[in-house]
């Protein structure tokens, strides 16, 4: 018997010896998987790991992060490094950048660096923490300075990266300059998020922002107290069809001397079909990517013909997102303005087709339905200039009437044609 547990003693021991071996040979290569999806799923930035040099308790990895300008292509590259601890069931991953910092960066950052740790777990979860240190620099040339307070930020990854639990909180910034000042105060986020497939996430986000304000010299002070959002989404008919909801609340508006609010925006999706919108998604990123690795000596006419290619793959990805059914509106909408309330709801559906339908294209456009009520005071119109030139031409079609004191347009959408306050306006298809 003592000797089946020595023995069984040796095993423990040599699994444990052995473990941080193993942790990191899966640590580097999950890493090198990780950043190949990053640079994979999007167009945005690309991660790049130059060296990583794995040894028995612990590892270092050199690398950088190229930003990509989607309206140039122009690329701006920032170098980090990390140092990754092996442990028995999982790593530590402690990021940072460079010792050689720019005397430019350096400003910003003079004692404490922003800091990005993951740890994580060979089952598959892990725990990223961002820490952003306090700024407090001067311009001492044009006199503007920047204050920015201490940020925080955590995710909680589970289910091998498909859940994940985020918060951020960051209490604001201030810039104070001769040419304006600027503010945020007070920025929450909680987020929990479910992958669904492909680049599609479900979840809930509860985010809020206490105040934004912004001023300039000889010009009337504007700021934004009480923003926040709220959304959540779900998945029906197994992960096949999306539902989302989302509210939009601001608590008051400054401006012009005047303080006015409350302010709320309602947005539902009802029934969208998930595979037409992942085709609609890899369009729209092939035409990214597209653009961006277009050759240096391709003509015009290849230019022409390579945006036209993208176009009809992007409408006939509309076309069958139409085809599948769905609502899509805005049933709230109440703003506040000195001279009263804007009001209204707007809505767009439309029906499933059937296979033989989805084959007439025509019937994609002849299937939408939807409403529009929109309310406004007539004195808003009077008392800003440039509001009023949109407006007038509408109230002499008629698309715009006056009851009392308010301006209302009344419309549906049926059959090809949208009908405004009894005017019908026929629509041509648009797919």
Same mark, same amino acid.
């Given at each position: 018997?003592?000797?089946?547990?020595?023995?069984?003693?040796?095993?423990?021991?040599?699994?444990?010896?052995?473990?941080?071996?193993? *942790?990191?040979?899966?640590?580097?290569?999950?890493?090198?998987?990780?950043?190949?999806?990053?640079?994979?799923?999007?167009?945005?930035?690309?991660?790049?790991?130059?060296?990583?040099?794995?040894?028995?308790?612990? &590892?270092?990895?050199?690398?950088?992060?190229?930003?990509?300008?989607?309206?140039?292509?122009?690329?701006?590259?920032?170098?980090?490094?990390?140092?990754?601890?092996?442990?028995?069931?999982?790593?530590?991953?402690?990021?940072?950048?460079?010792?050689?910092?720019?005397?430019?960066?350096?400003?910003?950052? /003079?004692?404490?660096?922003?800091?990005?740790?993951?740890?994580?777990?060979?089952?598959?979860?892990?725990?990223? =923490?961002?820490?952003?240190?306090?700024?407090?620099?001067?311009?001492?040339?044009?006199?503007?300075?920047?204050?920015?307070?201490?940020?925080?930020?955590?995710?909680?990854?589970?289910?091998?990266?498909?859940?994940?639990?985020?918060?951020?909180?960051? /209490?604001?910034?201030?810039?104070?300059?001769?040419?304006?000042?600027?503010?945020?105060?007070?920025?929450?986020?909680?987020?929990?998020?479910?992958?669904?497939?492909?680049?599609?996430?479900?979840?809930?986000?509860?985010?809020?922002?206490?105040?934004?304000?912004?001023?300039?010299?000889?010009? /009337?002070? *504007?700021?934004?107290?009480?923003?926040?959002?709220?959304?959540?989404?779900?998945?029906?008919?197994?992960?096949?069809?999306?539902?989302?909801?989302?509210?939009?609340?601001?608590?008051?508006?400054?401006?012009?001397? =005047?303080?006015?609010?409350?302010?709320?925006?309602?947005?539902?999706?009802?029934?969208?079909?998930?595979?037409?919108?992942?085709?609609?998604?890899?369009?729209?990123?092939?035409?990214?990517?597209?653009?961006?690795?277009?050759? &240096?000596?391709?003509?015009?006419?290849?230019?022409?013909?390579?945006?036209?290619?993208?176009?009809?793959?992007?409408?006939?990805?509309?076309?069958?997102?139409?085809?599948?059914?769905?609502?899509?509106?805005?049933?709230?909408?109440?703003?506040?303005?000195?001279?009263?309330?804007?009001?209204? =709801?707007?809505?767009?559906?439309?029906?499933?087709?059937?296979?033989?339908?989805?084959?007439?294209?025509?019937?994609?456009?002849?299937?939408?339905?939807?409403?529009?009520?929109?309310?406004?005071?007539?004195?808003?119109?009077?008392?800003?200039?440039?509001?009023?030139?949109?407006?007038?031409?509408?109230?002499?079609?008629?698309? *715009?009437?006056?009851?009392?004191?308010?301006?209302?347009?009344?419309?549906?959408?049926?059959?090809?044609?949208?009908?405004?306050?009894?005017?019908?306006?026929?629509?041509?298809?648009?797919?």
């Amino acid at each position: 018997m003592k000797t089946q547990w020595m023995v069984a003693g040796v095993v423990v021991l040599a699994l444990g010896a052995a473990a941080p071996w193993g *942790v990191g040979y899966y640590t580097e290569h999950q890493w090198q998987s990780v950043a190949a999806g990053i640079n994979d799923s999007q167009t945005a930035f690309r991660v790049e790991t130059r060296d990583y040099d794995r040894g028995y308790m612990n &590892a270092s990895i050199r690398g950088s992060v190229t930003v990509v300008m989607p309206e140039t292509g122009e690329q701006q590259s920032f170098d980090y490094q990390a140092r990754v601890s092996h442990g028995i069931t999982g790593s530590l991953m402690d990021f940072s950048t460079p010792e050689d910092l720019s005397a430019e960066v350096k400003k910003y950052f /003079p004692d404490e660096r922003p800091r990005l740790t993951l740890e994580t777990r060979i089952w598959g979860a892990g725990i990223v =923490e961002l820490t952003i240190p306090e700024v407090n620099v001067t311009d001492e040339q044009t006199g503007e300075t920047m204050v920015f307070s201490r940020a925080y930020g955590r995710a909680d990854i589970g289910s091998a990266g498909t859940t994940a639990d985020i918060i951020l909180e960051w /209490p604001g910034m201030t810039v104070t300059g001769p040419d304006a000042d600027f503010s945020v105060s007070d920025l929450k986020m909680e987020q929990s998020v479910e992958h669904l497939t492909g680049e599609l996430w479900l979840g809930d986000v509860d985010m809020s922002l206490a105040s934004l304000q912004i001023s300039a010299p000889q010009q /009337p002070k *504007v700021a934004f107290s009480g923003l926040s959002i709220i959304s959540t989404s779900d998945a029906t008919e197994n992960g096949a069809r999306l539902n989302a909801d989302a509210s939009f609340k601001l608590d008051e508006v400054q401006a012009n001397g =005047e303080v006015f609010g409350p302010h709320e925006i309602q947005m539902r999706l009802d029934g969208l079909d998930v595979a037409s919108m992942e085709a609609l998604s890899a369009a729209m990123n092939d035409m990214q990517h597209a653009a961006l690795n277009m050759p &240096a000596d391709a003509g015009p006419q290849a230019q022409m013909q390579q945006q036209m290619a993208m176009v009809q793959k992007i409408s006939e990805a509309f076309s069958s997102l139409a085809s599948e059914g769905f609502t899509f509106g805005f049933p709230k909408i109440d703003l506040s303005t000195p001279e009263g309330p804007v009001t209204g =709801e707007i809505q767009l559906s439309h029906p499933e087709l059937s296979d033989e339908e989805k084959q007439q294209t025509l019937l994609v456009m002849q299937g939408l339905t939807g409403n529009l009520d929109l309310s406004m005071p007539a004195a808003l119109v009077d008392n800003n200039p440039g509001l009023a030139m949109q407006v007038a031409p509408l109230i002499q079609q008629g698309m *715009v009437v006056q009851e009392g004191d308010r301006l209302h347009m009344v419309g549906t959408l049926e059959d090809m044609a949208l009908t405004i306050n009894g005017n019908v306006i026929p629509l041509p298809p648009i797919f």
